[in-house]
């Protein structure tokens, strides 16, 4: 199994989906170890020559930045900033997202501009590499001075507190520890203040978005491309020239794509007796199209944010400069996140509505989808449950970002929310998946109408492995079970 070097160099999307999907290990390279060592030497050195208040290192936090702490105190100030902060609330983090913040907080801290011990970050490495994940909770961040409480909830474990799932078990973190033979660390000064400040939280959730968009538009093309066959639709809306006129990337790209999975269709080269479609397939290219422009713009945000130093105050030893700034406030993923969960709701939206033209009973498909529509009632069911979820999504695209609730008396007077942004995106993502899930069920069965046509290589062959999955539905059954099987097929097969 190969090893991961945490360096200097920028991570990307495609790199870190090949970590998490191959369980690489991750270790630090020679210069981020050196860097992380230079930082902390010079804060000690800094700490003991210069006796001046500098925020978060020898004084309160937030509002109560004008306390100073005796040197006595330092390394018990770091330890009460993680055990106060860990007040989440809400669902459990998905264990994925966690090992994501792991990853993203340690290649963070390797840039050498925290001030944090070289063991703290080898500890998290450790982490990582043993799949000791912490248990972290999704309600509790404003998204400014960073992720807060889930990032304390991240840290709690290096001092041997807070719970871990280790091994599949829920535990006690001092219990989990010992079992990959790592002891707790104590914290100096600054550290905690370098784990908790940051925004990790809304970058894991970010990043794993933009993963499961980039499945999606393929996915939500193809399905797309099988509905628009079962519905005996017309290929002229995706003929290149009309892309040419008004060239915007993703347009373009989408009609690209359909042309390719009706590429030897025996029913879309067939003479039509309409002469135009419905927009929710005569406008794929320009809805999708647009969907797919938003993704790319928004993992560059992203991008450029897990490569970056987000905690507060930030060390600069070249320049012999500590410096307190707002690098932890997550506007920047707050508006891509509302931005993106807006992008991929409309998948959904006209998703749904493909479905819908599906079961209305036109273009020689029986109402419903079934044989017999009266006696069954076939197919009628799972649009209202895409018309359902896509109705919670209109709800969860309400912009977090444009959100902000005063904090810390009055210290932190803007924050971006963007935390409540991720979690909102991460919900859409799951319901898209489902939407798309009940047109390709949908799709599928209309296609059986088509027969003795064929449709393209490409959609046959989609059709042919989901129907060892899911069958024809001849008569009325259980649909509910039809559905999840359908949905854990899209996401194994894209």
């Known amino acids: 199994m190969s090893t991961f070097k945490i360096s200097a160099n920028l991570l990307d999307i495609t790199t870190i989906e090949e970590i998490l999907s191959f369980n690489k290990k991750i270790e630090l390279s020679a210069d981020a170890i050196e860097r992380i060592t230079n930082c902390r030497t010079y804060l000690d050195k800094k700490l003991k020559k210069n006796k001046e208040a500098v925020y978060g290192i020898n004084t309160g ?46 290649q963070s801290l390797s840039y050498g501009y925290s001030g944090v011990q070289l063991k703290t970050v080898e500890l998290l490495v450790a982490f990582f590499n043993n799949d000791l994940l912490p248990v972290v909770y999704q309600q509790g961040s404003l998204g400014a001075s960073g992720d807060l409480a889930p990032l304390a909830h991240l840290s709690l474990p290096l001092i041997g507190e807070g719970e871990v799932y280790y091994k599949g078990k829920k535990q006690a973190a001092d219990v989990a520890l010992k079992k990959i033979k790592c002891k707790p660390i104590s914290f100096k000064a600054k550290e905690a203040l370098a784990l908790l400040n940051g925004t990790q939280f809304m970058s894991a959730y970010s990043v794993w978005c933009v993963i499961q968009a980039q499945k999606l538009i393929e996915m939500a093309n193809h399905v797309a491309a099988v509905s628009l066959d079962g519905y005996d639709g ?36 067939r003479k039509k007796k309409h002469v135009q479609d419905p927009y929710s397939f005569r406008c794929i290219p320009q809805v999708h199209g647009a969907s797919w422009n938003t993704i790319e713009y928004v993992q560059e945000i992203i991008v450029t944010e897990i490569n ?15 410096i307190s700034g707002g690098n932890f406030h997550g506007q920047h993923l707050a508006l ?135 069958k024809f539905i001849k008569q009325d059954k259980l649909m509910y079970p039809e559905i999840e099987k359908t949905v854990s097929f899209l996401k194994m097969y894209f």
Request: glycine share 6%; net charge neutral; charged share 20%.
């Open 61 to 106: 936090f937030g509002s109560l930045y004008n306390k100073t702490i005796a040197d006595k105190d330092l390394e018990q100030l770091q330890t009460n900033l993680v055990r106060s902060h860990a007040c989440g609330t809400g669902k459990e983090v998905p264990q994925e997202i966690v090992k994501l913040m792991l990853l993203l907080k340690i």
């Open 234 to 269: 017309r290929i002229e809306p995706f003929d290149e020239l009309i892309q040419n006129i008004r060239p915007h990337r993703g347009q373009v790209m989408v009609a690209q794509e359909i042309r390719r999975h009706l590429k030897g269709s025996e029913i879309i080269k």
């Open 308 to 322: 970056s130093v987000t905690d507060n105050p930030t060390i600069f030893p070249e320049e012999d400069k500590i």
């Open 336 to 470: 891509a996140l509302d931005f993106l969960a807006i992008a991929l709701a409309e998948l959904g939206n006209i998703s749904e509505r493909r479905t819908y033209l599906l079961i209305s009973g036109q273009r020689g498909l029986p109402s419903f989808l079934v044989a017999e529509p009266g006696l069954n009632s076939g197919f009628m069911i799972p649009q209202y449950t895409a018309a359902s979820i896509v109705s919670k999504n209109k709800i969860l695209c309400t912009p977090a970002s444009v959100d902000s609730i005063v904090s810390s008396n009055g210290q932190e007077d803007h924050v971006s929310m963007g935390a409540n942004a991720a979690t909102k995106c991460y919900e859409i993502i799951e319901n898209i998946f489902t939407i798309i899930g009940i047109e390709l069920f949908n799709a599928a069965q209309a296609l059986e109408f088509r027969r003795p046509l064929q449709s393209s290589p490409s959609i046959e062959k989609l059709h042919s492995s989901f129907r060892k999955e899911v």
